[in-house]
T-cell receptor
């Protein structure tokens, strides 16, 4: 079974631009979560989608948004990029969204904002 | 709200020696507990999780962890490490009945020396 895939793997943008990251979960998984990893703040939860509905949201500004499609693929969007948005963005998928199921992480998208 | 503290940011250890990584958490609600490992330039991989039952949990690659409710701790141990265990280890909690919403500790970088 293929693992979680994230595209692109690397991205360079400039301040003020917007960016869209994509995540394809493991086949059959319906929950997709997004995390931001930075050296200063560590790993922080962004949001979770289950069956195309946002179930949970972390403490990030409204510039960060996401969505999930009917095939469970998910995208996250960051508008008006700031230097501090430079990070590794990780996506994780699981069969269900009860908190007990193993979350499988993708390799991440490394975003650099200049 | 939840918080997770990993008491050691770096742990150097010699090959074939034992290692213990300490994790304490704080939460106003019941949580599930997890340990993840991250190898360089990769996503996170689940080592083990505590959902309920026996407080001693065995995971992959010879790791085990013990849940201590009174001390709100979930320390990770391995009796004999290998060079390949060099990685960063993250302790995380997820509130029960709240979907997937992991709160991570700051991570412990383990460096195994020959």
């Amino acid at each position: 079974k293929a693992g979680v895939t994230q595209t692109p793997r690397y991205l360079i943008k400039t301040r003020g631009q917007q960016v869209t990251l994509s995540c394809s979960p493991i086949s059959g998984h319906r929950s997709v979560s997004w995390y931001q990893q930075t050296p200063g703040q560590g790993l922080q939860f962004l949001f979770e989608y289950f069956s195309e509905t946002q179930r949970n949201k972390g403490n990030f500004p409204g510039r960060f948004s996401g969505r999930q499609f009917s095939n469970s693929r998910s995208e996250m969007n960051v508008s008006t990029l700031e230097l501090g948005d430079s990070a590794l963005y990780l996506c994780a998928s699981s069969l269900i969204a009860g908190g007990t199921d193993t979350q499988y992480f993708g390799p991440g998208t490394r975003l650099t904002v200049l | 709200a939840q918080s997770v503290t990993q008491l050691d940011s770096q742990v150097p250890v010699f090959e074939e020696a034992p290692v213990e990584l300490r994790c304490n958490y704080s939460s106003s609600v019941s949580v599930y507990l997890f340990w993840y490992v991250q190898y360089p330039n990769q996503g996170l991989q689940l080592l083990l999780k505590y959902l309920s039952g026996s407080t001693l949990v065995k995971g992959i690659n010879g790791f085990e962890a013990e849940f201590n409710k009174s001390q709100t701790s979930f320390h990770l141990r391995k009796p004999s490490v290998h060079i390949s265990d060099t990685a960063e280890y993250f302790c995380a909690v997820n509130p029960k009945a709240a979907g997937n919403k992991l709160t991570f500790g700051g991570g412990t970088r383990v460096l195994v020396k020959p």
